[in-house]
Structures are given as structure tokens and as C-alpha cells.
């Protein structure tokens, strides 16, 4: 099973999403926690772990606004919410994949700086009546309050 690294979003935030999906029928909406994957991997070591949490204790996490409806490359089953994308995001994506870099096992590259589209996935079948359901959005301010590894 595959791992990723997510970035948890506030109370508010999460809410909010929340409160989007709930506005889907129930067989499109996605159930899981509203969050931001940074990265992916078959495996994420205890080292890759420890390295991650001594560099998000350095950090400041930003904040993001999730904006735009639309699909991502290689998955057309799904509907996300996008992020505006800003150059401190970035480099707090970068500083997550240069933690993981040569610890994490197998990582995937759909998530590496230059690839990677920040997003929260609201409907994970039928997209287009998803959208329909949903546009126009009002969108999402969230802090990011944490890093955590799931999977």
C-alpha cells in the first residue's frame, strides 16, 4: 500500500470542505479527511519520518487558497479544488521532497517540484456532474497546521 505525506488543514477549512462535498450526492463525494498530498511513496521510512518532522519544525506553513474547480492529469474520475499556487507554498512543498529525498522508498513523481497540483479532492466519480453540482465555488482559505504520513 502506498503512503503519503499530507499537509492537515484547520478546523475551518476542513469544515468548509466539508460542507462542499456534503452538497454532492452521496455516491460522488469524496470521503476522506479534506486534506493536501505533498508527496507520495510505496514507503515511508522511520529515518524519512524523522527527517520530515525536523524540517517542518523549521518551517512557517502557509496558508492556501483553494480556488478552482477542475481535474487533474491521470485522474478523470475525480473533481478537486485547487490551490492558487504562490511561491511560499513551493517552497514548503520543496522542503518536504528535499526531507524525503533518498529515504522515502519509491517515491511518485506526480507529486515532485514542477509536477505537483496542489489540490483537495471534492467528488472521486462522475466530475462533470460534480461541477454542475458545485460551480460557481466560493473559495477555500486554509492553514495548513501540520504534516502528516498516512497510508
Known amino acids: 500500500m502506498a503512503q503519503t505525506v499530507r499537509f492537515r488543514?484547520?478546523?475551518?477549512?476542513?469544515?468548509a470542505l466539508r460542507a462542499l462535498r456534503a452538497r454532492l450526492p452521496r455516491h460522488l463525494a469524496a470521503a476522506d479527511e479534506p486534506g493536501v498530498t505533498v508527496a507520495g511513496a510505496a514507503a515511508v521510512p522511520p529515518a524519512?519520518?524523522?527527517?520530515?518532522?525536523?524540517?517542518?519544525?523549521?518551517?512557517?506553513?502557509?496558508?492556501?487558497?483553494?480556488a478552482t474547480l477542475g481535474t487533474v492529469a491521470g485522474r478523470p474520475d475525480q473533481l478537486v479544488l485547487a490551490a492558487v499556487v504562490d511561491s511560499e507554498l513551493l517552497a514548503v512543498h520543496a522542503a518536504v521532497h528535499d526531507a524525503l529525498a533518498g529515504r522515502a522508498r519509491a517515491p511518485v513523481a506526480a507529486y515532485f517540484p514542477g509536477a505537483w497540483l496542489p489540490h483537495c479532492v471534492i467528488a472521486t466519480e462522475r466530475p462533470a456532474e460534480a461541477f454542475a453540482a458545485l460551480h460557481p465555488v466560493e473559495p477555500v482559505r486554509a492553514r495548513v497546521v501540520g504534516v502528516e504520513v498516512s497510508g
Do not use: F, G, N
Not at 9 to 15: E, F, G, I, K, M
Not at 48 to 66: G, K, M, Q, T, Y
Open 9 to 15: 488543514l484547520d478546523p475551518d477549512a476542513v469544515a
Open 48 to 66: 524519512a519520518r524523522d527527517a520530515l518532522a525536523a524540517e517542518v519544525r523549521l518551517l512557517a506553513l502557509p496558508s492556501i487558497w483553494l
